[in-house]
C-alpha cells in the first residue's frame, strides 16, 4: 500500500481524486507522459487498494477508496504513538542528564 505512495505521480493521481471521481484522461492530462506509461500508476494505484475503476463504454472512471485511506490513517496513528513515547523518553532522559550535569 505505501510503494504506492512513494511516487509523486500516483501522489497526485490520490489528491486529484480526493477531490472527486476522474476519468483517466482528465487525471492524466497534467503528465508529460503516454498514456500506456501513465495506466501504469492507475494498475498500481488500484491493486495496491487506494483507488478503484469502472469502465463505461470507453470512458475508465476512478474513484478512490476512502477504506484504504482508513487504513492507512489507522496504521500510522499506531507509529505515531509509538514514536511519540520514544521521543518523550528520551526528551525525560536528556532532561535528567541534564539536572545531573548541573548538580555536579
Known amino acids: 500500500m505505501f510503494l504506492a505512495l512513494a511516487d509523486p505521480t500516483r501522489r497526485a ?4 481524486l480526493a477531490e472527486g471521481p476522474a476519468s483517466v484522461g482528465e487525471l492524466a492530462r497534467p503528465f508529460a507522459m503516454a498514456l500506456p506509461s501513465f495506466m501504469k500508476h492507475i494498475r498500481m494505484l488500484e491493486e495496491s487498494g487506494w483507488i478503484a475503476t469502472r469502465k463505461q ?9 476512502r477504506r484504504s485511506l482508513a487504513a492507512a490513517d489507522a496504521w500510522l496513528g499506531r507509529q505515531r504513538a509509538v514514536w511519540e513515547a520514544r521521543t518523550d523518553r528520551l526528551e525525560r532522559l536528556v532532561a535528567e542528564l541534564q539536572e545531573k550535569e548541573e548538580r555536579e
Do not use: A, K, M
Open 13 to 16: 493521481v490520490l489528491d486529484r
Open 57 to 65: 463504454g470507453r470512458v475508465r472512471t476512478c474513484t478512490i477508496q
